[in-house]
């Protein structure tokens, strides 16, 4: 063999696959890091109380559906489920509303001092907001409506969309606006017909995690959500209850909150990953 | 002059609305809760609040377990951040050349990032509990016997939370390096390949450098809400055990809707407001410092 | 002359009106209850119906876990809502604070003048966590009591009886407890503040308390308190299961359900958990025994933690009192026993009816305990969160295993900081 061979050339495919077969290795070990805590929700989520607790079969034992219609008939989940989309969706739309002419201004302008003001918005303590919310809602009168919680939602929402947006209209070139203002189109047409198209990319990106933080908070729905606006992050604490703490439906009850954030995760997430590098990227 | 164009009164009509509707939603709160830091009020519809002057920021100073609160929010930051900033540099390295199924893995690398926090907290809640969780069976299958007791110690509590942060957000900070990566124009890389570069060195001299600007971006919002964590300890620890993991946002929520205390906890909510403000100046001007340097 | 006409006319159409509503004039009218998530909700919630139709009284209720349902009362009532029309809250650790907030109605006037509804009936000591000042201002939902969770096979295995006194449980912990074999000796609450109402029966079987019978004066750190401290670290830290110190009820009944462990004293309104074949694994070997007495006598207590109750902002206290009245009553009270909440009425406990499908040591050892004088389990005061905090980490420093030096030490400073604490609220 080694007659026919130059040993130069057998020797490299074989430490190749070994160095690749290193490297496959330590890669899906990270990611089994990363997803595990997934996985075990959705295993622990059809087993039964006792099934949970039998330590010689994790993965061994017989699934039961019982958590999941647990989480739809006694629990009720569909209503929170509904909140939580309608919550999330509309919150979203109204901060873009606000927050893309406000990031456009601020990268157009360079009102960076703007930029520092909604920024601080975000290091607010959450807990300082929920009395006197509380008191200024329950005056309208929109104490458990959609209003109180989209108008509280929009509020973590809007830096996210400043800090994502402000690079995304920085990297548009002013070019082409210029050209618009010559053929005489105005501001605000140029901003809405010339320059959100040209955002498609960061738009979603915005949008899409407006809705996750949306989804996922907690602290402002426990004060301002009530029986008609219960999101889901409330909802689930329902397993937790005085004498009994039911961890297959609160897994059950996570999966549930998880799997639509999850799915529009993975349809969009090159959006997502373009928006999170927005600075980057523009380089 | 182009430049006169954008230099107009328009900007304020764009500005404006969101500006608006910020400053309704945060400066009531705001004179609310310095208002009451300054008097003493159990929440009581019979009593005023009692104007005590600065009484409530005096027994801050002398307060341990508001003052431990502090060192454990900076301490948990400490923990989790170099971490996550270290870790998800060094995966992205890792990840950055083309084998199959990389898509799949970016794509995945998503989830703990958009995961809600309250369920990702009752998860690892489950996965540490040292009887039944599967952190210590797996642990017990290597065969060590002294096993942590994770969220029950309070040696290891905090620590034990700083992982599920670092879990969460490590594979972001991965992300965005390994975009940027991607996106870096070839020349320099070229001519560093040239002029003899290990890929190390690329990596240090070059595409770090970069990225530095979305990096740092990225950590100092990771920073803000990392300070402000709540959602995780309040479903897992809720500051405990033994008021291990009890940081300056958990601290608060105690006095106001535990204690009562309402005056007290709004001098809390402020002096931990203007710690993260800062903060953040500090890395701000940090961070400006090193960009002249460069 | 005419409008003199239409003036009576309408006088009389008025009147004839009025007459009307008065006879059903609280139909139609809708209150907005908030219970926590509780059996007793559960099995009340699907009553309401019933009561719906019996009063043309519309109920909107929302239940919430404890803890969310607490900051909720306190926003709103801070904010003076005046659409919360019923609410359940914890007598022991509520009723003073609230009072002094002014966010209790006091419901004398509609208890005497409703005398089908034999307020009589309560065990004393159960309504008097909702008195202040010599006022109603709760009626108590259910009772409960710690008693002794063991396992039977590994009492039979060993011969042993389920014991009677605190050298016993000591000597039967020690004896059973068998890391090796996943066998924990005994389990109790170890994380600071919530163990406060537990490790209560250790210090009043000791001869301790948490204040004098005067409550004005703190006795954290008296000989018999110490050596409670010392008793309830040592047998936690010998013979208790690791992650101890950050355990709740939740935890040790997970542990015990799991068969982990020999013994474990809570509170019996948790019995369900542990005898549901879906969620335990010695669902059939659990036996109940009234909790051990002490060198100075029983410690353990009756309590009635949850009570519903009228915010005073409410609009329709009338409807609200006719909807706890409802709720309340003997035969709701007859109907929550025989779902597994020990009733606060004494009538309940006299019906054979009663106790028909719960196990039969539980009943025993419930039964076994009804003679304490004790009903309540943790400082009686306005700041009772503040207070349990300042115990806990007295407890914690007891399992921990201090020296005794290190642990009056920190005995000595928390009772310091208690005492400070009960200054301010009995001024």
């Known amino acids: ?283 | 002059m182009p430049h006169n164009r954008f230099k107009d009164s328009a900007k304020w009509a764009f500005v404006s609305p969101a500006l608006i509707y910020a400053l309704i939603m945060i400066l009531a709160p705001l004179a609310y809760t310095l208002f009451l830091s300054f008097h003493q009020w159990s929440m009581s519809g019979v009593d005023k609040p009692l104007f005590v002057n600065i009484k409530n920021y005096a027994d801050l100073c002398k307060d341990d377990r508001f003052l431990m609160a502090i060192l454990r929010t900076f301490l948990f930051s400490a923990m989790a951040l170099p971490f996550e900033l270290v870790l998800g540099i060094a995966i992205a390295m890792l990840l950055n050349r083309d084998f199959k199924g990389k898509n799949i893995i970016k794509s995945l690398f998503l989830l703990p990032m958009v995961a809600t926090p309250v369920s990702v907290g009752l998860v690892w809640m489950l996965m540490y509990e040292p009887t039944i969780g599967i952190a210590n069976t797996l642990l017990g299958l290597l065969g060590i016997t002294k096993l942590p007791i994770w969220l029950g110690s309070p040696n290891s509590a905090m620590f034990s939370l700083a992982i599920v942060d670092i879990w969460q957000w490590t594979p972001m900070i991965s992300l965005i390096v390994l975009a940027g990566l991607s996106a870096l124009p070839n020349e320099p890389l070229e001519s560093a390949k040239v002029d003899g570069a290990t890929k190390l060195q690329t990596t240090f001299k070059i595409v770090l450098p970069m990225l530095a600007p979305t990096i740092t971006a990225a950590a100092l919002l990771r920073l803000i809400d990392v300070l402000k964590i709540f959602d995780i300890i309040y479903a897992t620890t809720k500051g405990g055990p033994n008021f291990a993991t009890e940081t300056l946002n958990i601290y608060a929520f105690v006095q106001a809707f535990q204690y009562f205390s309402f005056g007290y906890a709004s001098a809390v909510l402020v002096v931990f407001f203007l710690i993260i403000l800062a903060v953040s100046v500090a890395f701000v001007l940090i961070r400006n410092k090193f960009r002249v340097e460069m | 002359m005419k409008k003199f006409g239409l003036m009576v006319l309408a006088l009389l159409m008025i009147a004839t009106l009025s007459v009307n509503a008065q006879s059903n004039k609280l139909a139609g009218t809708e209150i907005r209850v908030l219970a926590g998530s509780i059996p007793w909700t559960d099995y009340v919630k699907a009553k309401i119906p019933e009561f719906t139709q019996k009063t043309g009284i519309k109920v909107v209720l929302e239940v919430y876990p404890e803890e969310i349902l607490r900051n909720k009362i306190t926003v709103e009532l801070t904010a003076r809502n005046r659409d919360l029309d019923v609410y359940s809250m914890s007598p022991p650790q509520e009723t003073m604070l609230f009072v002094k907030n002014g966010w209790l109605a006091p419901i004398d006037e509609f208890v005497k003048a409703s005398p089908d509804y034999d307020i009589a009936d309560y065990i004393p000591s159960a309504l008097s966590g909702g008195e202040v000042g010599g006022k109603l201002y709760a009626i108590p939902l259910f009772t409960e009591r710690p008693v002794l969770y063991y396992r039977t096979d590994v009492f039979a295995k060993a011969g042993l009886k389920p014991p009677k006194t605190f050298d016993e449980l000591m000597a039967d912990a020690k004896l059973l407890n068998n890391p090796s074999a996943k066998m924990y000796g005994f389990v109790e609450r170890g994380a600071g503040n919530p163990a406060v109402t537990q490790f209560v029966t250790f210090l009043r079987g000791f001869g301790g308390d948490y204040q004098s019978r005067d409550y004005r004066t703190a006795t954290l750190n008296t000989p018999e308190a110490i050596k409670a401290y010392q008793y309830y670290g040592e047998i936690l830290r010998n013979y208790g299961p690791p992650g101890v110190l950050n355990m709740n009820w939740g935890e040790t009944s997970n542990l015990f359900a799991q068969g982990l462990v020999a013994m474990r004293i809570d509170n019996d309104s948790q019995f369900g958990q542990v005898v549901d074949k879906n969620k335990s694994l010695v669902w059939d070997k659990v036996g109940f025994a009234t909790v051990p007495a002490g060198p100075a006598g029983m410690g353990s207590c009756n309590v009635a933690p949850w009570a519903l109750c009228i915010p005073s902002y409410s609009a329709k206290k009338a409807a609200a009192w006719e909807f706890i009245s409802w709720a309340t009553s003997k035969e709701m009270s007859l109907g929550a026993m025989q779902a597994g909440q020990f009733g606060a009425r004494q009538s309940v406990w006299k019906n054979p009816q009663a106790t028909k499908g719960l196990p039969a040591d539980l009943v025993t050892a419930v039964q076994g305990n009804l003679g304490t004088k004790y009903s309540d389990e943790r400082p009686v005061m306005v700041q009772v969160g503040k207070a349990r905090d300042i115990i806990g980490t007295v407890i914690q420093a007891g399992i921990a295993g201090k020296t005794d030096a290190e642990l009056k030490a920190i005995a000595d400073k928390a009772n310091a900081e208690f005492q400070q604490l009960l200054d301010q609220d009995y001024k």
């Open chain 1, 1 to 283: 063999m080694k007659a026919h061979a130059s040993p130069s050339t057998l020797r490299k495919p074989a430490s190749m696959y070994m160095k690749s077969a290193g490297y496959y290795i330590v890669v899906y070990i990270i990611l089994l890091f990363v997803i595990f805590p997934f996985l075990w929700m959705v295993v622990s989520s059809f087993k039964t109380q006792a099934q949970m607790m039998d330590t010689q079969h994790f993965f061994n034992f017989s699934p039961t559906l019982r958590n999941y219609s647990d989480v739809f008939q006694r629990y009720n989940f569909t209503e929170p489920i509904v909140n939580s989309f309608a919550i999330a969706l509309i919150s979203t739309a109204l901060a873009l509303v606000l927050g893309l002419p406000a990031s456009y201004a601020i990268a157009r302008y360079r009102m960076t001092k703007l930029s520092i003001v909604l920024l601080i918005i975000r290091m607010i303590p959450a807990i300082t907001f929920l009395v006197p919310w509380y008191i200024i809602f329950s005056l309208l009168g929109i104490i458990d409506t959609y209003a109180s919680m989209i108008l509280a939602h929009m509020l973590v929402a809007l830096p996210f969309i400043v800090w994502i947006m402000v690079p995304y209209f920085e990297s548009i070139p002013k070019e082409i606006e210029e050209s618009a203002f010559v053929d005489g189109s105005g501001k605000f047409r140029t901003f809405l017909q010339i320059v959100l198209p040209l955002c498609g990319p960061g738009i979603i990106t915005a949008a899409i995690l407006s809705f996750v933080f949306s989804w996922n908070n907690f602290m402002f729905g426990i004060i301002l959500s009530g029986r008609k606006t219960k999101t889901l992050p409330i909802a689930i604490y329902g397993f937790l209850t005085y004498t009994d703490i039911n961890w297959g439906g609160l897994m059950a009850g996570s999966v549930i909150i998880t799997a639509p954030i999850i799915l529009i995760s993975l349809i969009l997430q090159r959006y997502i990953i373009k928006g999170l590098t927005a600075g980057a990227v523009k380089g």
